[in-house]
DNA sequence: CTGGTCTCCTGATCGC
DNA sequence: TGCGATCAGGAGACCA
């Protein structure tokens, strides 16, 4: 479900609640979806939440022990994926929670019913950059025009697919993929090199004010996304095409039906008229 | 290297 | 009320 937005909306709600905790206890009650070397141990006993770190789609917890000991979790949320804080512990724990880290007061819960996500373990934030994120693009909120150009101009894809993969940028998903090439007036299916250092520029600019834009709403709801705190988004009512196929382009003096068509396997729905 | 198709899962929704 | 088909915010494997 989540895209950079809802990701970053997670981070923002549980950082407060979860930085200076000191954790008791990992329950894994589905150990396979725990994943990652074998020696590490993620976040473990009387070590603090020192900071969430958040990178595309996913988010790291970084932990610190007295000893000067680090743990390092890091949680992609696949399609249904949530982190949840609760201030009282759940016993048994609630349907399709995976793993639950139990601090003093509170336990943050990994949920998942589809378990395209999980949840990867290393032993400090430095390892999971280099083991996990080392292979993601540049995050979408931090890309430079210039390097979105590179990538693109690097590969003969579509634009879309190209968009969605994260190693070329990191964050974007189906829904704000549809959104931003809306926006800037391109077409899913115009090819990556084709686009020029302009239109590139567009698109970051573009992609940081819509991505800023859906964080301020929370993010988008369409069926069960909430933050770590419980709360639902409102970016979903802003939506120009995603969810909109056959329904009237929003652009002033267009009013095209949006065609919907399959790209890398994924629904994507566009203006004909307005996109190339 | 590319796009298309399938797969991993569960659950909501729709038509019969 | 039930039942099957279809679809879903992600991503990776396989094939031609």
New binding site residues.
């Given amino acids: 479900?989540?895209?950079l937005p809802?990701v970053e909306c997670v981070r923002r709600s549980l950082e407060p609640v979860l930085i200076g905790r000191t954790l008791r206890e990992v329950l894994r009650h589905r150990p396979d979806v725990v994943r990652g070397d074998a020696n590490a141990h993620g976040l473990s006993r009387g070590q603090r939440i020192e900071r969430l770190v958040r990178h595309?789609?996913q988010l790291a917890l970084v932990g610190r022990g007295p000893g000067g000991t680090t743990g390092c979790v890091v949680a992609?949320l696949?399609?249904?994926g949530q982190l949840r804080w609760a201030s009282a512990p759940a016993n048994p724990a609630p349907?399709?929670t995976h793993v639950v880290w139990r601090f003093d007061q509170g336990e943050l819960r990994f949920t998942d019913?589809?378990?395209?996500g999980g949840v990867w373990v290393f032993p400090s934030l430095e390892a999971a950059y280099t083991a996990r994120w080392a292979e993601l693009g540049p995050d979408a909120l931090s890309v430079t025009p210039a390097r979105l150009h590179r990538a693109l101009s690097r590969?003969?894809?579509?634009l879309k697919?190209a968009l969605?993969d994260?190693a070329v940028v990191a964050g974007l998903?189906?829904?704000y993929v549809d959104e931003l090439l809306f926006g800037a007036r391109l077409r899913p299916t115009l090819q990556a090199n084709a686009v020029t250092p302009a239109q590139a520029g567009s698109l970051t600019r573009r992609m940081k004010t819509l991505l800023s834009r859906a964080i301020r709403a929370g993010?988008?709801?369409?069926?069960?996304?909430v933050d770590g705190t419980g709360s639902a988004?409102g970016y979903q009512l802003a939506h120009r095409v995603y969810g909109r196929a056959g329904q009237r382009c929003l652009r002033r003096g267009c009013g095209v039906d949006l065609a919907s068509s399959?790209?890398?396997?994924?629904?994507t729905v566009y203006c004909p008229a307005c996109q190339g």
């Fill in positions: 479900m989540p895209e809802e595309g789609k992609h696949g399609m249904s349907k399709h019913p589809r378990r395209f590969t003969t894809r579509m697919p969605l994260q998903g189906n829904i993010g988008s709801t369409l069926r069960d996304y988004g399959t790209l890398a396997g994924r629904t």
